[in-house]
């Protein structure tokens, strides 16, 4: 795979409190192809600073993770899907009927002769470890029990993928499919420090291991965005990808 589609892999996650930030970062590191926006920036900017990355030939992760009723987040789905986005998640936590309904409103919503977002959902954040999963959630067993069990149901309501840790990508491979896509946060350079890597993730790998353990995307932000040389930072993470 050449250097330009292998940073089109790398979502680097534009965690700023306003599209003018964001933009002097993407000044810095021109060879970023793929970026994700979540609540804090798409709340602040709107669905015009989306147009703005457009322009720029950007691919667009919108990461809202909705979870609400059914008929909320069908609603939403037809909305965002009109927005030229190329990703778009939902909570697998919703459940079933909120999956189908997400679905049917992202074909519902988007316009003719334009291609629609892939849809796909969280299972479980990467901040959650064992004991948050059984004594804070409530939900017994592994995380990676949990992960599947959302993993397997996200692709039987047509979805394209789920967001996962590192951690779990083998196994929801082996479950649904080397084409089900995992998209995977939780990814930490090699050689980073200790409190570096971690913040507050739990679940985490190097990009090199996310890489190899079967990830599709990866999913990196402060290890870029607050880089002192962001640019080097986000070649180092590519590179580790064509790595041993």
Request: glycine share 12%; proline share 6%.
């Amino acid at each position: 795979m050449s250097e330009e589609s292998m940073a089109e892999r790398v979502i680097v996650a534009l965690d700023f409190p306003a599209a003018d930030e964001a933009l002097a970062f993407l000044e810095r590191v021109p060879q970023v192809r793929y970026v994700k926006v979540g609540m804090e920036l798409y709340y602040a900017a709107g669905a015009a600073f989306l147009d703005i990355l457009k322009q720029r030939g950007l691919k667009i992760f919108l990461d809202l993770k909705l979870h609400d009723i059914p008929n909320t987040v069908g609603r939403a789905t037809a909305v965002l899907a009109g927005l030229g986005v190329d990703m778009l998640n939902v909570h697998a936590g919703g459940g079933r009927e909120m999956m189908l309904r997400a679905k049917d409103g992202v074909e519902q919503g988007v316009p003719p002769g334009q291609t629609a977002p892939r849809l796909i959902a969280v299972t479980q954040l990467t901040s959650t470890d064992q004991r948050m999963l059984n004594e804070e959630l409530g939900i017994p067993g592994t995380v990676e029990e949990a992960v599947l069990r959302y993993a397997r149901l996200a692709k039987e309501c047509g979805l394209d993928g789920v967001v996962a840790s590192p951690w779990e990508v083998g196994p929801v491979k082996v479950a649904c499919g080397g084409g089900f896509l995992c998209v995977t946060p939780g990814v930490r350079p090699a050689g980073a420090a200790d409190g570096e890597m971690r913040d507050d993730q739990r679940r985490i790998m190097t990009p090199g291991e996310a890489w190899r353990a079967g990830s599709d995307y990866l999913v990196v932000g402060r290890p870029v965005t607050r880089a002192s040389d962001p640019a080097r930072a986000f070649a180092a993470i590519v590179a580790q990808l064509n790595g041993p």
